[in-house]
């Protein structure tokens, strides 16, 4: 008999609110044993939404691990016995190590998150999936990729943990990872934000303020030679077209969705969208590659280094999540991670200007090409010294940042309707209007 576990037991509290709420009783497919009395579950419920969880074998109910409990504690355990050879058990569940070690003393990690994190011992951090992606996963391989080739400019891998779905023929999903933790670690939407608004309270010169973007720049383009190392393939005709084609319909879905005055000003630059879209239908023979996917100010933690000194850390390699999961795990330019940090500068500044009373709006202003080009100018000049140029196609920059705010707008409607200023800024920029249109 199949066990069966109250979803308000097995999720998280945001999970039982909102449209996407689950309800009613979810049935456990598979568990990985962590430790007497705790296992990573996988639920599947009554509208077929699969997730995992961390549960307490309780009796008679069965209720969600919190930090605590151990099961954070169990996993780095797991995976510290893993690297010396030893096989974790369970229902179609295998465990990859690269150098775990066992930690005690959990703590959560209070941001909101489609996932749900916790600190182990300040040295490792157990990030929880809570509902599952279907199709196959990015992170695993890029991970292992990175482990290879020797990147060091992200939280040091320790393990993960993949179900192999029996009703997909054994395709991986993945549960957990764990990674190493990184000291007063902040993201970008914090230490750039916060850097931005010092720069222009102080006035600092322009090349000072775009320090940080230099780095990222290189920094991004040392993840794209990691992740290339077994070289890149040319895209085809077909695979050219079908671009141009799902990036215009994600632009008309936003012409349609976004309204309000935002909506006007991006309809009336929607033949200009449009046009601009579909020449990536012209982009055949351009390098696809291992990719970030998501990749953005956010993915990047800046974190204290053993020097102490500050470092930056390039985090989350599961792929866009309003992707198709076939993009998500498909090569593809390394212009579309360039793509998305461009624009995220831009946000950047969006941000400090929206949200600091008193800013001097005209360096913010300055400031936001100044560090597009800063980034991309150490981005190609570090892939030019590897001998590696044409991984960044320019061609597809321009129309890769436009399709970047069609989607900024969509996650907007559907998630978060006061972000629309920050597409609707940007796009300015990219598209201006004059008081005529």
Same mark, same amino acid.
């Given at each position: 008999?199949?066990?069966?576990?109250?979803a308000r037991d097995a999720l998280p509290g945001r999970w039982d609110r909102g449209a996407r709420a689950v309800a009613g009783d979810l049935a456990v497919v598979a568990e990985l044993p962590l430790d007497d009395g705790l296992v990573l579950a996988v639920l599947?419920?009554?509208?077929?939404?699969?997730?995992?969880?961390?549960?307490?074998?309780?009796?008679?109910?069965?209720?969600?691990?919190?930090?605590?409990?151990?099961?954070?504690?169990?996993?780095?355990?797991?995976?510290?016995?893993?690297?010396?050879?030893?096989?974790?058990?369970?229902?179609?569940?295998?465990?990859?190590?690269?150098?775990?070690?066992?930690?005690?003393?959990?703590?959560?990690?209070?941001?909101?998150?489609?996932?749900?994190?916790?600190?182990?011992?300040?040295?490792?951090?157990?990030?929880?999936?809570?509902?599952?992606?279907?199709?196959?996963?990015?992170?695993?391989?890029?991970?292992?990729?990175?482990?290879?080739?020797?990147?060091?400019?992200?939280?040091?891998?320790?393990?993960?943990?993949?179900?192999?779905?029996?009703?997909?023929?054994?395709?991986?999903?993945?549960?957990?990872?764990v990674a190493g933790f990184l000291p007063e670690a902040t993201d970008g939407w914090e230490w750039a934000v916060g850097d931005l608004r010092a720069a222009a309270a102080d006035g600092r010169p322009l090349h000072g303020a775009t320090a940080a973007p230099r780095?990222?720049?290189?920094?991004?383009?040392?993840?794209?030679?990691?992740?290339?190392?077994?070289?890149?393939?040319?895209?085809?005709?077909?695979?050219?077209?079908?671009?141009?084609?799902?990036?215009?319909?994600?632009?008309?879905?936003?012409?349609?969705?976004?309204?309000?005055?935002?909506?006007?000003? #991006?309809?009336?630059? %929607?033949? @200009?969208? /449009? *046009?601009?879209?579909? +020449?990536?239908?012209?982009?055949?023979? $351009?390098?696809?590659?291992?990719v970030h996917g998501d990749l953005h100010v956010g993915q990047v933690l800046r974190h204290r280094a053993a020097d102490g000194g500050w470092a930056y850390a390039i985090t989350d390699f599961d792929g866009n999540p309003v992707a198709d999961p076939a993009e998500?795990?498909?090569?593809?330019?390394?212009?579309?991670?360039?793509?998305?940090?461009?624009?995220? #500068?831009?946000?950047? %500044?969006? @941000?400090? /200007? *929206?949200?600091?009373? +008193?800013?001097?709006?005209?360096?913010? $202003?300055?400031?936001?090409?100044?560090?597009?080009?800063?980034?991309?100018?150490?981005?190609?000049?570090?892939?030019?010294?590897?001998?590696?140029?044409?991984?960044?196609?320019?061609?597809?920059?321009?129309?890769?940042?436009?399709?970047?705010?069609?989607?900024?707008?969509?996650?907007?409607?559907?998630?978060?309707?006061?972000?629309?200023?920050?597409?609707?800024?940007?796009?300015?920029?990219?598209?201006?209007?004059?008081?005529?249109?």
């Amino acid at each position: 008999m199949t066990r069966r576990v109250a979803a308000r037991d097995a999720l998280p509290g945001r999970w039982d609110r909102g449209a996407r709420a689950v309800a009613g009783d979810l049935a456990v497919v598979a568990e990985l044993p962590l430790d007497d009395g705790l296992v990573l579950a996988v639920l599947v419920a009554e509208d077929g939404r699969r997730f995992a969880a961390p549960l307490v074998v309780g009796s008679p109910a069965w209720r969600r691990a919190v930090p605590g409990d151990g099961a954070a504690e169990a996993l780095t355990r797991l995976l510290a016995r893993a690297a010396q050879g030893e096989p974790g058990t369970g229902d179609d569940v295998t465990l990859v190590s690269w150098g775990a070690r066992p930690v005690v003393g959990e703590r959560p990690v209070d941001v909101d998150q489609t996932h749900e994190s916790v600190v182990v011992g300040d040295a490792a951090v157990v990030k929880w999936a809570v509902e599952l992606t279907p199709g196959p996963h990015p992170a695993p391989q890029r991970l292992a990729a990175l482990v290879a080739a020797g990147f060091d400019a992200m939280p040091p891998p320790w393990g993960l943990v993949e179900w192999h779905d029996p009703d997909t023929g054994g395709a991986a999903v993945l549960l957990a990872t764990v990674a190493g933790f990184l000291p007063e670690a902040t993201d970008g939407w914090e230490w750039a934000v916060g850097d931005l608004r010092a720069a222009a309270a102080d006035g600092r010169p322009l090349h000072g303020a775009t320090a940080a973007p230099r780095v990222l720049g290189a920094t991004t383009a040392r993840l794209h030679l990691a992740l290339s190392a077994e070289g890149a393939v040319p895209a085809s005709p077909r695979w050219a077209q079908d671009l141009a084609d799902a990036s215009i319909g994600e632009a008309r879905l936003a012409l349609d969705e976004v309204d309000g005055m935002e909506g006007a000003r #991006l309809r009336a630059r %929607g033949e @200009v969208l /449009l *046009r601009e879209l579909a +020449g990536l239908g012209d982009c055949a023979g $351009t390098p696809l590659a291992p990719v970030h996917g998501d990749l953005h100010v956010g993915q990047v933690l800046r974190h204290r280094a053993a020097d102490g000194g500050w470092a930056y850390a390039i985090t989350d390699f599961d792929g866009n999540p309003v992707a198709d999961p076939a993009e998500r795990a498909s090569p593809q330019p390394p212009a579309r991670d360039v793509a998305g940090m461009l624009q995220s #500068l831009d946000h950047v %500044g969006r @941000v400090v /200007l *929206r949200r600091t009373d +008193g800013v001097d709006a005209a360096y913010v $202003t300055a400031w936001i090409p100044a560090a597009q080009r800063e980034f991309l100018s150490a981005y190609a000049a570090t892939l030019d010294r590897s001998g590696r140029p044409e991984l960044l196609d320019h061609r597809l920059l321009r129309p890769l940042r436009l399709l970047q705010e069609v989607r900024e707008f969509r996650y907007a409607v559907h998630h978060l309707p006061h972000w629309r200023y920050v597409p609707d800024g940007a796009l300015q920029d990219l598209i201006p209007l004059t008081d005529e249109d």
